[in-house]
């Protein structure tokens, strides 16, 4: 069988399960995590014979996918912000609306250097790096609760040649010390208990519950501790950025509006969502 034929195969296989284009991109990253294929590569090569090793290879991580475990830690790695981060079941798997949010961010501060950047609920560390290596000079800190994310954190900062200044600590127990942030980042949990049954089985199967859910008595729980600690932390000219939950956009933002932030803008995602949420310090 040449490798053009095994290509049809693999996604014909993943087809019953995925939609066509997700399919297509799985079938891509598995041949380029597995030889260095780019899509490209797959039709100028697409005459060569597949050894029996890579049929195997192959056919096992399509069987790992039928059973919803996400590609990205069959592989260990995920592409965000055009780098490859090291990826466990101990830490979220970045999102493409993460990287929207580093998007804004940068775009926001673009013309600034010598920033003082907070990343709160860091996680495998993927904003605190972005932005680590996209603000020229700024100094990065990055806190998570979960000390098996934040050594996956410090490796991939090492690897990714990005200076953060990683901490475990629990954000509902930050105290502002002598340092004032230009930015505080927070991609927190915020889908709540119920919301449950409306996440896709290679999340809720695979991924930390600690770092998606929150209790449906209490959904802005993250938010209203980050806003409170951002008070006092946050320079005048500063800014906090959160991703967060649609559902939730209105009372956050009137939560946000009562805590004393007079600046709060509700951005969409590019999938038309209520994805991010912009609180501006009072001056």
Not at 121 to 136: H, K
Not at 161 to 172: E, H, P, Q, S
């Amino acid at each position: 069988m040449n490798l053009g034929q095994f290509t049809n195969k693999t996604k014909a296989a993943l087809l019953p399960h995925f939609p066509e284009g997700e399919a297509k991109a799985l079938t891509n990253e598995i041949f380029y995590r597995l030889k260095g294929y780019s899509s490209v590569d797959l039709v100028l090569k697409a005459d060569i014979e597949v050894s029996d090793y890579l049929k195997e290879k192959v056919d096992s991580i399509v069987s790992r996918l039928l059973l919803d475990e996400p590609v990205q830690q069959i592989f260990g790695v995920a592409r965000f912000y055009g780098m490859d981060f090291k990826i466990t079941p101990d830490v979220l798997i970045p999102r493409p609306e993460t990287a929207e949010l580093v998007d804004i961010i940068v775009k926001d501060f673009s013309n600034k250097s010598d920033l003082r950047v907070l990343d709160l609920c860091t996680g495998s560390g993927a904003i605190a790096i972005a932005l680590a290596r996209n603000l020229p000079f700024s100094l990065v800190d990055a806190v998570d609760i979960s000390e098996a994310a934040v050594t996956i954190a410090c490796e991939n900062a090492k690897t990714l040649k990005a200076r953060v200044n990683f901490t475990v600590a629990d954000v509902f127990s930050l105290t502002p010390q002598h340092v004032y942030y230009d930015i505080i980042a927070c991609n927190p949990p915020y889908i709540t208990e119920s919301e449950k049954s409306e996440v896709e089985p290679n999340v809720l199967l695979y991924e930390p519950p600690t770092a998606l859910f929150v209790p449906d008595s209490d959904p802005l729980i993250f938010f209203r501790s980050v806003s409170r600690y951002a008070m006092k932390a946050l320079k005048p000219s500063g800014a906090i950025y959160f991703e967060i939950n649609p559902h939730y956009a209105a009372p956050l933002k009137k939560m946000l509006e009562d805590d004393g932030w007079n600046d709060t803008q509700i951005l969409r995602d590019s999938y038309g969502k209520q994805r991010f949420a912009i609180v501006k310090k009072l001056r």
